[in-house]
């Protein structure tokens, strides 16, 4: 049994990855991705989402927004060889003392972690994130997500977005096993959009399969 651990800050996508995965599993796409298999859902928990106030009165449209508190979760099984693994994604929050007790948590119980970046804001203020985080294994692995939202050279981009995460985890003594791409929403007008979501049920099943 692995117990996966998606970390990363505020609105990095934790909870879309874990609800696209499910997703998959309950269509039977999960069989069609590269590495697929026939995969059941045993138990998932999205309770932890709460709506909260953002405290912007100018926009009344606006006044609230989901957040995760208690640490959302999956349960899956493969079903040819009957393992059995759960995901856990906690919240960003960590200003919150139940969103940090429960990044915490899922940092010291999970077998593997995938540190989650989003691909629309500064790598700076998602690496603060991640140093407030002291248990951490010595080898991880990074998902960069919201891969859609990259303008201009993306290609480029992505390779300094890779090298200056990869360094940023040296520095903490940390090797990066692997690095995937995703997009965890589906978004009809990107034209590669299949391709990300895959990826998402990719990384799950290899990471889970591979342990």
Excluded: W
């Excluded at 995969?39 to 405290?55: I, R, Y």
């Excluded at 979760?73 to 940090?100: L, N």
């Excluded at 077998?111 to 991880?140: E, G």
Aim: charged share 30%.
């Amino acid at each position: 049994m692995v117990n996966i651990g998606l970390l990363g800050d505020v609105s990095a996508g934790k909870t879309s990855i874990l609800r696209l995965f499910v997703k998959y599993l309950n269509k039977g796409d999960i069989e069609k991705v590269e590495g697929g298999k026939k995969c059941s859902v045993l138990k998932t928990d999205f309770s932890g989402e709460a709506t909260v106030p953002t405290g912007n009165k100018e926009d009344s449209l606006n006044e609230k927004e989901t957040k995760t508190i208690h640490p959302n979760r999956v349960v899956f099984r493969e079903v040819d060889s009957g393992r059995a693994h759960t995901i856990f994604a906690p919240g960003g929050d960590r200003k919150r003392a139940v969103v940090k007790m429960g990044i915490i948590t899922i940092s010291r119980i999970a077998t593997q972690i995938i540190a989650i970046f989003t691909c629309d804001r500064k790598l700076d203020v998602q690496f603060d994130f991640f140093n407030d985080v002291r248990f951490f294994p010595d080898k991880i692995y990074v998902c960069i997500n919201k891969i859609d939202l990259l303008e201009g050279d993306r290609e480029e981009k992505l390779e300094e977005m890779k090298k200056a995460i990869t360094d940023f985890f040296i520095t903490r003594k940390i090797k990066v096993n692997d690095i995937y791409l995703t997009c965890g929403e589906t978004i009809d007008n990107f034209i590669d959009i299949e391709k990300y979501n895959n990826r998402v049920a990719e990384m799950i099943l290899q990471i889970t399969t591979t342990h």
